[in-house]
């Protein structure tokens, strides 16, 4: 199956900085999806990307679908404490039937 | 909206016993998703259905693991015999599409 590589794994920021992280992929995708995990919680949806190239916003979140469909990231500007979680992506692809791949997620921590 | 729910939120059980883990999907979604998350294999799909109807079970571990959708608001994923390499946190998602999956608060299940 499809693979994902999500990185960092894990960062420190201080309150206030921008974040960035990524996915990559050997495969490409139809969709790309980006989720926040809270502790003892599910995933929720943040943002999804459906066509390449496509850039998303949704507040202080800003995520882009790679030209090649083999990538994605997301952006998180002015960082808050509540931005504390795992974040992960999913790739999405329709071949068949639907198949998703999650990525191991980036786990956030926000310095006050 | 009272979201996905599922039941129990927390689960100890003994090996060989069996487990059955329940979820009541957003009213209206068509879709609903069955996950598995791990430490160490992070968030799998093991089944989803639509309409009532199994799709795709090809993530189900093994014979040990069953999933039914009797109606359009009620599913269970049942382990017979459980072991202790099942403990992980089980979640439900629904969705009106496939894409877009609004993930219940998860069932932690610690088999002994």
């Known amino acids: 199956g499809q693979q994902l590589n999500q990185s960092p794994q894990s960062m420190f920021i201080q309150e206030g900085e921008d974040v960035s992280m990524n996915c990559t992929s050997s495969?490409?995708?139809?969709?790309w999806l980006w989720y926040k995990q809270d502790p003892g919680e599910g995933p929720v949806l943040l943002i999804a990307?459906?066509?390449?190239?496509e850039l998303t916003s949704n507040g202080r979140l800003t995520a882009q679908f790679g030209i090649t469909r083999k990538d994605s990231f997301l952006n998180i500007s002015a960082s808050i404490p509540s931005d504390v979680g795992i974040y992960f992506c999913?790739?999405?692809?329709?071949?068949?039937?639907?198949?998703?791949?999650f990525g191991k997620g980036t786990k956030l921590s926000v310095i006050p | 909206d009272a979201g996905v729910i599922q039941s129990p939120r927390h689960e100890v059980t003994e090996m060989g016993q069996e487990v059955t883990l329940r979820c009541k999907p957003i009213?209206?979604?068509?879709?609903l998703f069955w996950y598995r998350q791990t430490m160490m294999r992070g968030l799998e799909l093991l089944i989803y259905?639509?309409?009532?109807?199994?799709?795709?079970d090809s993530g189900m571990p093994e014979d040990r693991f069953s999933a039914k959708m009797p109606n359009a608001s009620f599913s269970t994923l049942k382990i017979q015999p459980s072991e202790p390499r099942d403990s992980a946190v089980y979640f439900c998602?629904?969705?009106?599409?496939?894409?877009?999956?609004?993930f219940g608060p998860g069932t932690r299940l610690t088999v002994l």
């Open positions: 495969s490409i995708f139809n969709t």
């Open positions: 998602a629904s969705g009106e599409t496939y894409n877009e999956q609004f």
């Open positions: 990307l459906y066509k390449a190239g």
């Open positions: 009213s209206g979604h068509d879709y």
């Open positions: 259905f639509n309409n009532n109807v199994p799709i795709d």
């Open positions: 999913a790739g999405l692809l329709l071949a068949g039937s639907y198949q998703l791949t």
